[in-house]
């Protein structure tokens, strides 16, 4: 990852984040969370931009690429591990519970 994710939109599905041709949409960040729920949230932004996490997720398309080619861009899906710490689940239990 060459860059820092640059916040370009806040809205209600959550916080969009660029990188340069790639987008990312996150969890609206909270000022008011923990140490822990901040790290946590950079690591996952970290992650979804260079599509590695230290629980050896693998990033997969998430669409046919013959959709990636009629469309010019493409959505993968960064799927880890069910016990890390920034997977889908285990994220938003941590996020809903300090919310
Ligand atoms: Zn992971």
Redesign the pocket.
């Known amino acids: 990852m060459s860059g820092q994710p640059e916040l370009v939109q806040q809205g209600p599905l959550g916080d969009l984040w660029k990188l340069g041709d790639a987008a990312c949409l996150m969890p609206r960040f909270n000022p008011d969370w923990s140490p822990m729920l901040k790290s946590l949230y950079q690591r996952r932004l970290v992650?979804n931009f260079t599509g590695r996490?230290?629980?050896?997720?693998s990033v997969e398309l998430a669409a046919p690429i013959a959709k990636a080619h009629a469309t010019g861009h493409a959505n993968v899906l960064?799927v880890?591990?069910n016990d890390?710490?920034?997977?889908d689940d285990v994220f938003r239990a941590r996020i809903e519970a300090e919310s």
Do not use: Q
């Open positions: 992650a996490c230290s629980c050896g997720a960064l880890h591990e890390c710490l920034i997977s």
